[in-house]
């Protein structure tokens, strides 16, 4: 295999690799609505010890992977780094002010919009285009979460609805920041974040008033959802395009609605398992496209320089 072969092959494999992370970021994220009803404590004491557990997850893995490499790693933190960090931790305080001023169901359809977001973010920053059938999955996919939420769209209140598309705009800046970092480790970035959220909730947590039972769960949530979340999807982000992240990232509605099911027995709605549904095809079809779409440039390429070095001949 020439040259030309093995850089098509390598991308190919980071593609994969890619859309891999970002679909178990989603399942890592998804277990969010799990552990929301599995644990006692008040809101803001939940998302301090997800943030600390998190932090601790997160610190552990910087020392035990990169081990002598750590401090270059962290000696690599650019601008990128900053942004993608303040960026995800203002897209987690929006998160949580959108769920309790408007209905859940305008948040999830207002966050299905993510991908057109990203891709005008990536256009406009990156010069990166949309892919057409990343805009089609995307409509798709849209249609598939709306039908899930069908029967929950209230009027909500504007203020939630605003910090609802707050969060979609920036969870985009996120991902974007992310790519533009291109080779850059922007593991820190997750670090910080995690680190950032705990901050901001530690005044309003009540933190030496955690049942015993609920601590166990907390170490859970804040490695499995929080730590996992944010790794899979900052080194996924970096091998894919940012529409296509945030559609693969639209997999964790009907994951959430699958953690549920199982472990509390919930059957859910005939329009929530159809509309599920309707999301995983779109994302299926859109992956597919998209290794099809990378292997038809990879080839029009070997064959441009395949006649631009016989000319030279």
Excluded at 249 to 275: C, K, R, Y
Aim: proline share 3%; with cysteine; net charge positive.
């Amino acid at each position: 295999m020439n040259r030309a072969g093995h850089v098509g092959a390598a991308s190919a494999r980071s593609g994969a690799s890619g859309a891999a992370l970002i679909a178990l970021s989603a399942a890592s994220y998804s277990t969010a609505g799990l552990f929301t009803r599995v644990i006692s404590t008040d809101l803001w004491t939940m998302l301090f010890f997800r943030g600390m557990f998190a932090s601790l997850f997160l610190a552990l893995y910087l020392a035990c992977v990169y081990r002598g490499r750590s401090r270059d790693v962290l000696g690599q933190i650019s601008w990128p780094t900053f942004a993608a960090t303040a960026a995800s931790t203002a897209a987690m305080i929006c998160n949580l002010g959108a769920y309790r001023n408007t209905s859940v169901a305008n948040v999830v359809v207002i966050y299905a919009m993510a991908p057109f977001v990203a891709a005008t973010i990536a256009w406009i920053v990156l010069k990166e285009p949309f892919k057409r059938h990343t805009l089609i999955a995307s409509i798709v996919s849209l249609v598939g979460v709306t039908i899930m939420v069908l029967g929950s769209i209230a009027g909500g209140g504007l203020f939630g609805d605003l910090l609802a598309f707050g969060m979609t705009f920036l969870m985009s800046c996120m991902i974007v920041a992310i790519r533009f970092g291109g080779k850059l480790d922007m593991i820190p970035s997750a670090l910080f974040s995690s680190i950032l959220s705990m901050v901001v909730t530690a005044p309003l947590a009540s933190i030496t008033s955690v049942p015993a039972d609920d601590l166990g769960y907390l170490a859970v949530f804040g490695v499995t959802q929080l730590g996992l979340g944010l790794l899979f999807l900052t080194e996924g982000s970096r091998r894919i395009s940012p529409p296509s992240v945030a559609l693969i990232g639209s997999l964790d509605i009907p994951f959430a609605m699958l953690w549920v099911w199982l472990w509390f027995s919930e059957v859910p709605a005939v329009q929530t398992f159809w509309g599920g549904c309707i999301i995983l095809l779109a994302v299926a079809w859109h992956m597919k496209k998209d290794f099809e779409f990378d292997a038809g440039s990879k080839t029009s390429m070997r064959k441009r320089r395949t006649a631009t070095e016989s000319t030279t001949r």
